[in-house]
């Protein structure tokens, strides 16, 4: 069974950068799309980006494209996500999560991460 684990966040000055790692195991990831979600407190979960099959590409993060790129390598079973230029808003825990197309919503998607925490301030 599929079991995601995510990597990577922490603390980051504003207009810092980092890059997030999903690693996959049980499974393989090369027939699922891999989206990113984030979470900040109080608020709902939105998604950050998508990758699908196809090596296809989804932003939907408001004011997020360029400054989220999500990536994929299949044959070592991981996702990124490379955040450039963050913002005290972009605070959240970042989670991954495979499904079978690339969808902003959360009920698309059938396996989740537990979560990396991204903490943006100065």
């Known amino acids: 069974q599929l079991q995601l684990v995510e990597s990577g966040g922490g603390l980051v000055q504003p207009g810092g950068s980092l890059r997030l790692s999903c690693v996959a195991s049980?499974?393989?990831?090369?027939?699922?799309?891999m989206g990113w979600f984030r979470q900040a407190p109080g608020k709902e979960r939105e998604a950050v980006a998508c990758?699908?099959?196809?090596?296809?590409?989804?932003t939907y993060v408001h004011s997020g494209n360029g400054r989220f790129t999500v990536s994929r390598d299949n044959a070592k079973k991981t996702v990124y996500l490379q955040a450039v230029n963050l913002r005290p808003e972009d605070t959240a825990v970042y989670s991954c999560a495979a499904g079978n197309w690339c969808e902003p919503t959360s009920e698309s998607y059938s396996r989740w991460g537990q979560g990396t925490q991204v903490t943006v301030s100065s």
């Open positions: 990758i699908d099959v196809g090596m296809s590409t989804f």
């Open positions: 049980g499974s393989s990831i090369h027939y699922y799309a």
